[in-house]
């Protein structure tokens, strides 16, 4: 037995698992999924190469409204005289905004494992990677697990788009990721891409005391709400003193002597540049499907290249294999990963569940927030709808 001991040291320990369901990751879409599938009765192993919660809850959702709250603060306090009160000081302390954040996101990534072990899902902290249609490899430093599953379902979820162009490697470059445990004290921040995430950011550091400019390729901000809303939120951007630059692509980011950021665009056929401290890419999210070797499995990708492919049942083109959340592709919201798990397990047992994409509520954190449900007025104009329009002034 000694022996056994350090030659597992050494070459690691490997095991075989059989289970009903295997889920790979442990964000919204796939916790949910195995909480579900648990409660009724199926044995379930989860693999998780980072923490549990995933995107949404260690660098997405929960840290970014974290920081959105006490951006918000400091702007009412900013203003606290309007309510009739005197503050004589306020200042917005970058590193302890961050410790608040990840003090939330550590409270909620252990509610998440302590679902986990009371659900009894067996959790393997590893990389996994497809054998063949049933059998899926995870790997942890040298551990390798080898699971045998009657279901598959793959929820790994998305990561930032980066944009390729020269000067995109400078080190105040980030993506939201960077930007969510960015410390240092700025006075001024470049957004590339007014998309939700871009124009969260562009209030969180306004209202922090920043100087914003936010560069848009297309020629609105928030392209997926209503024009008359993507204006509104625009002019009340422009009001708090954030610069919007729509129509305009970035060709190139330099850097000058004093170590600051300039960031070139195109806009009009002119050239012009804008210098800040830091950068922000928020140019999108893309599938992550690197490491899965989907190609030992027949489940095709969505026609664009963009995702796996899968039906409103949540199925794959292998009939046992599944796809929720950011990896299909359908919509990139933490509620729909979640609700999209329910409907994969639910077929699973043996039901006839299907998504149904016509109603679903989407909040963008912007001061004032945005909310929407179903289709939007372009939307229901372009597919010829005949619609009635009504509007109420939200202060009334
Ligand atoms: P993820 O949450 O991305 O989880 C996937 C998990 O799989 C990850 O933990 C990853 O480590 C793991 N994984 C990947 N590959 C493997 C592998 N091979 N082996 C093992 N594990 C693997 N949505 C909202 O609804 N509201 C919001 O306010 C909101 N704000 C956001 C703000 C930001 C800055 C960002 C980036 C996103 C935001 N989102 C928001 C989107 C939301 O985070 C995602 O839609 C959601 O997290 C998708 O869930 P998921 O389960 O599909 O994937």
Redesign the pocket.
Known sequence: PKLDYFAGMINGKKEDINTDILI???????YVAAIHAAKNGRKVVL?????M????L????I???AIVKSAELFEHIKNADEFGLEVKEARADMNRIIDRKNSIKDTLVSGIEYLMNKNEIRVIK????FVDERTVS?KSGRDEYTVEAENIII????T?STLKIPGIDNEFVMN??KA?DCRDNMDCVTIIGGG??GM?FAFIYSNLGMKVNVVEYFDRVLTMVDSDVSEEICKIAKQRGIGIHTGSKVTRIGREENGKAVVFFEKDGTERFITSDKVLVATG?EP?V???ELENTGAAANENGRGIAVDSGMRTSVKHIYA????NSRM??????SHEGMVAVDNILGKDAHMDYTAVP??I?TSPEIANVGLTEDAALREGLNISVSKFPFGA
Do not use: M, W, Y
Not at 24 to 30: F, K, M
Not at 324 to 327: F, L, Q, T, W, Y
């Open positions: 790979i990751g442990g964000g919204p879409g796939g693999a998780e190469r980072k923490a919660g995933g995107t949404c260690n660098e997405g959702c840290p970014t409204k590893g990389s996994a990677s995870v929820a790994t979820g998305s930032s939201s990721t969510l939700v995430i969260e999210r992550d690197q490491g899965l929720i959340g950011d990896v990139q919201l933490a509620h729909v990963a989407n909040v954190f």
